[in-house]
């Protein structure tokens, strides 16, 4: 196992949690076998050229990013889908389940601050 796979798989599997998705998940997204997605993690294979520019676009990232090679990665304003996502894994708040109205109050602060993160 290379070192530089180790890394493209570190970074592939910190992205993937930070998501909140599941091997299976991102596999789906991607058209590819969870086998395959938990391959790239443990660094025992590595995603075509496609699937890598595929990865990079959908976690936001370049690249050379993802390969390890020194480049900050770029953040971006979560979409509405990643913030439901989020929203989605927190399930309540204080004991008490998430309404459809408090859903879209979460959603809107977190763009706020997001939006002001500078």
Not at 22 to 47: C, D, F, I, K, M
Not at 74 to 97: C, Q, W, Y
Request: charged residues 35%; proline residues 3%; aromatic residues 6%.
């Amino acid at each position: 196992m290379a070192s530089k796979d180790r890394v493209l798989g570190s970074r592939i599997r910190e992205l993937r949690k930070n998501k909140g998705l599941r091997q299976a998940e991102l596999a789906s997204l991607l058209h590819v076998s969870q086998q395959a997605v938990g391959s790239w993690e443990t660094g025992r294979t590595a995603p075509g050229a496609d699937t890598l520019n595929e990865l990079a676009d959908y976690f936001g990232v370049t690249t050379d990013y993802l390969l390890g090679r020194p480049e900050e990665k770029k953040e971006t304003v979560p979409s509405d889908s990643d913030l439901d996502k989020m929203i989605d894994h927190a399930r309540s708040f204080d004991g008490k389940a998430v309404t459809d109205h408090d859903r879209e109050i979460i959603k809107a602060y977190l763009k706020g601050l997001y939006a002001n993160k500078d």
